[in-house]
């Protein structure tokens, strides 16, 4: 894996992914960003079985806020969605002149109701707002959401002249409690290292563990599987918790490398190969990611109990 390099010779790695230079004041002032929110996916759905049909027909983005989670209501009086709280925190930063969304290729859930669970927006101001369809994972959801940057130059425009941003935050739409501060932190790192996530400390101690049915063979302990005990695999390694982190979202990138990352990541998919995020490609065709501290609010709705349902 070789390092990654800046194609304007401004910012460059060691192999200890130190920067060696950095960009000026200047520069980090006319640094464009876009972002992109993900909220395509069945997995977004917060079924827990196949009977909570009440839970599963909406998606868990375009649930309004409670006010006991922190809910809000915009300019307008409407009340914040999931999908709203987050797309509003990018919103909060003039630098990021675009935000492309993720939705599912549906009618039920895509385009027309990712708009109905945005916040109202009375002045017409703020970056301008692009739907993309998903596709059959993650990592492809977000390379549409990049090439449609790079086909519109959707992120800044002069007269008719547009061009795609210099750098792309990427972020869970199933993430509402995202701070501003937050996300300008990502953005200042990302000025100086070209890749950076948010991540948390562990609090329990990790294992990494065999599943149950490669561990176990045909059954639990023994080999033969007893009715009423619960499935178990066996522990494979331990890890030490302090070398052991939580990544969070906005990862944010330089968008033109990353862009080729994901083109990478596409062909090595073929394969059958997937990968879980966007700075596991980074880190395989680029270079090191940075890391700073991330935010023990910033928490990702999986189950209908994160917003008190």
Not at 165 to 176: A, C, F, Q
Request: with cysteine.
């Amino acid at each position: 894996m070789g390092a990654c390099q800046k194609s304007r010779g401004v910012l460059k790695y060691s192999k200890a992914g130190t920067p060696l230079t950095s960009f000026s004041q200047g520069e980090n002032a006319r640094a464009v960003f876009s972002a992109v929110i993900t909220a395509a996916g069945s997995s977004s759905r917060m079924r827990r079985s196949p009977t909570d049909a009440d839970l599963g027909m909406f998606k868990k983005e375009y649930r309004v806020l409670p006010s006991s989670q922190g809910g809000r209501k915009d300019e307008s009086g409407k009340p914040f969605t999931v999908l709203g709280a987050a797309a509003a925190a990018f919103a909060s930063d003039a630098r990021i002149t675009s935000i492309v969304i993720t939705v599912p290729t549906g009618p039920e859930n895509g385009e027309y109701a990712a708009r109905r669970a945005l916040p109202a927006n009375p002045a017409g101001g703020g970056p301008r707002v692009f739907f993309v369809p998903g596709g059959g994972t993650r990592r492809e959801s977000v390379h549409h959401a990049l090439s449609l940057l790079a086909a519109s130059g959707g992120a800044a425009s002069t007269g008719t002249s547009r061009r795609p941003p210099g750098y792309v935050l990427i972020h869970d739409g199933s993430r509402p409690w995202i701070s501003v501060s937050l996300v300008r932190a990502v953005m200042e790192a990302a000025l100086i290292y070209g890749a950076v996530i948010p991540a948390l400390p562990l609090t329990e101690t990790p294992k990494e563990a065999e599943p149950f049915a490669e561990s176990c063979g045909e059954g639990f302990g023994n080999g033969v599987y007893r009715p009423g005990f619960p499935a178990a695999g066996f522990i494979k390694r331990h890890l030490r918790r302090s070398s052991v982190l939580t990544a969070q979202t906005p990862q944010c990138f330089s968008f033109p490398e990353i862009l080729a990352a994901h083109e990478k990541a596409a062909e090595k998919e073929r394969g059958g190969f997937e990968y879980t995020d966007d700075a596991e490609i980074w880190d395989e065709f680029c270079g090191p990611v940075a890391v700073i501290a991330g935010d023990p609010a910033n928490r990702k709705i999986t189950f209908p109990e994160d917003l008190g349902l």
